[in-house]
């Protein structure tokens, strides 16, 4: 389940601006892949569930 947050706490956890977050929720847009895993790891999710354009090889 993910973790209710505002942008600017998953901004923070992953270590980018707010409006870096704004851009992969309005825009559509992806971040590099080990900002994307500290944002998956902060929600409590799987990397490839939040960022459609991020291959996670298992």
Do not use: H
Request: aromatic share 8%; proline share 3%.
């Amino acid at each position: 389940m993910e973790k209710p947050c505002t942008t600017l706490e998953l901004a923070d956890a992953a270590d980018v601006s707010q409006r870096s977050v704004n851009r992969w929720i309005f825009n559509n847009s992806t971040p590099k892949f080990d900002t994307a895993c500290k944002a998956a790891k902060y929600l409590n999710r799987d990397v490839g569930e939040l960022f459609v354009g991020i291959r996670v090889i298992k």
